[in-house]
């Protein structure tokens, strides 16, 4: 494995905050008042290391010392930045939550994480959040952001003498997965950790000195954390801030703070490509490269982007717990290719990040292309185990990350990777196993359809069968099964992976990460039959 840089997000900031006092570091949206009842801030290096520093002044005084465990749930603000960095500067563990989730999911986080504090904000929403977990039966003290900041600094023992191996190596976060399958588990990250990720980040998007990105999702997790905080620290670049996602608002933000790099989820950028008058009234003509995730591309989405707004698409392919993988216009220069592919990693090519496939069953390595494995992993960007959970299945006996995600070599591409879906989607119609991602990626060309997904629903004679769900462009002409079918069968899509029934949605069901909800989408539907009868 490569050598690891030691230095730590607290002292990249530190280090900034003097070389570049008086550069821009942090933009906050211009909706920020709406949010938490200031105006938007625009803080200098130094204003931002400021600003850590009075956090951990506060959290000094609230009684959080070195390996002490506190929770945040704020919108994407300056504040929610620098606590990440104050827990870096003290030696803290920061667990960031959703300001999606509510009192249920509040109290099972705590009861994993026992933190000392919970730090939150009495402006959002008219007090929402504050009220929220004040009234959660908390095992810890919930305090408001600003009160944080609101006497003066003093110093008490911070823990800034050990050596830098062992800041790299000390607890930083605890963010919490997805929760597609199951309730959120913590996923522990070290600063080493979130330093090689936002490497393998930089080496994607090409990331260069100074630049300026759009944060346009949530600051809790692989996303926002390894994609702008840790890389921004390494680049010393400007982070724009964005919340809740607002398509004119993030258009009006590219354009407004002339933009290098964003990324967007594909919804947003079939929207965007779909309405080109839209996009060119913008003028955007700062933006280099944007990417996307977290669910198949569509191939046109990104042919408009490229050859009719002169944007190159990245693919990203990432988790809390250290998958890293992409397609980038140079290692994946074919659209219909990055559209679905990944360029893979085997036996050491990236010293930071190692790949394999394995049979889920046996654990024996898988290179027939087409033939699909579980993909497992190993680097020093990949996390040790979740917290309170149990972890014999987690990593293989040799060591790697089991991600449950079940890819294949593509056959006309074996340098790349074909996702193939999660284990535990997978449908079983009749010991016929159907990967629903493999039919998702399809169905987002499908004409009068915003969004498209495939879901099991019981059956008493095959177990399960396979249901196409839509969100129609038009609710009064939505597509009919028919249609569906014979677009799939366009493809050659074999007949037995063909949905058997369709339900129109008003939108599908996704975590406050954006990723689609499958089982949740799966018992709507059961409901939305059993009502029709």
């Given at each position: ?528 039959f059993e009502t029709q009868g």
């Amino acid at each position: 494995m490569a050598a690891i840089n030691h230095v730590t997000l607290s002292e990249q900031v530190a280090s900034h905050g003097r070389l570049y006092s008086q550069q821009l570091a942090i933009i906050e949206a211009p909706n920020t008042f709406e949010l938490i009842g200031r105006q938007p801030l625009r803080l200098t290096w130094s204003a931002y290391d400021q600003l850590v520093d009075r956090l951990v002044s506060g959290l000094l005084r609230a009684g959080l010392r070195v390996g002490d465990v506190f929770m945040v749930q704020l919108p994407n603000t300056a504040e929610l930045c620098a606590l990440y960095v104050a827990a870096s500067r003290m030696g803290a563990v920061i667990s960031p939550v959703a300001v999606q989730y509510s009192a249920f999911e509040l109290r099972h986080f705590a009861s994993i994480v026992n933190p000392k504090v919970m730090i939150t904000t009495a402006a959002f929403r008219e007090g929402e959040l504050i009220t929220r977990a004040k009234t959660s039966d908390l095992p810890c003290a919930v305090l408001d952001v600003v009160d944080l900041q609101s006497e003066p600094l003093f110093d008490l023992p911070v823990d800034v003498d050990s050596p830098l191996e062992a800041r790299g190596d000390r607890l930083l976060t605890l963010c919490w997965t997805s929760g597609t399958t199951g309730q959120p588990k913590p996923v522990p990250r070290t600063e080493t950790m979130w330093q090689v990720q936002a490497r393998l980040t930089a080496e994607a998007a090409g990331y260069c000195m100074h630049e300026r990105w759009l944060v346009p999702f949530p600051l809790i997790n692989m996303a926002a954390l390894g994609g702008f905080i840790f890389p921004a620290a390494q680049f010393a670049a400007e982070l724009v801030l964005h919340h809740p996602l607002d398509p004119q608002l993030f258009l009006s933000q590219l354009k407004q703070e002339a933009v290098q790099f964003t990324v967007a989820p594909p919804p947003l950028l079939n929207k965007l490509a779909a309405a080109p008058a839209m996009w060119e009234s913008c003028g955007i003509n700062s933006l280099r490269a944007i990417g996307s995730g977290s669910a198949p591309l569509a191939t046109e989405m990104i042919r408009t982007f490229e050859q009719n707004y002169g944007i190159p698409v990245i693919n990203f392919y990432g988790s809390n717990e250290g998958i890293a993988l992409y397609a980038t216009p140079q290692d994946t220069p074919k659209i219909e290719h990055r559209a679905h592919l990944f360029a893979h990693r085997e036996d050491g090519a990236t010293p930071n990040f190692e790949t394999q496939l394995r049979d889920p069953e046996s654990g024996a390595r898988v290179v027939d292309p087409e033939q699909a494995g579980e993909l497992v992993i190993r680097g020093p960007g990949v996390f040790a185990g979740y917290l309170g959970v149990d972890n014999s299945d987690v990593f293989t006996r040799d060591g790697w990350f089991r991600t449950g995600d079940l890819l294949a070599l593509d056959a006309n591409l074996p340098s790349h990777y074909r996702i193939v879906g999660r284990i535990k989607d997978i449908i079983n119609r009749g010991g016929f196993k159907i990967a629903p991602d493999e039919v998702d990626g399809l169905l987002t060309q499908l004409p009068g359809a915003l969004e498209a997904a495939v879901c099991s629903v019981p059956d008493a004679v095959l177990g399960e069968r396979l249901c196409v769900c839509i969100v129609p462009e038009a609710r009064d002409n939505p597509p009919q099964l028919n249609d569906v079918i014979a677009f799939l069968e366009g493809f050659g899509l074999a007949r037995l992976k063909l949905p058997e029934f369709l339900a129109v949605v008003e939108s599908l069901p996704r975590n406050p990460l954006g990723k689609l909800v499958r089982p949740q989408l799966s018992a709507q539907v059961a409901a939305q039959f059993e009502t029709q009868g």
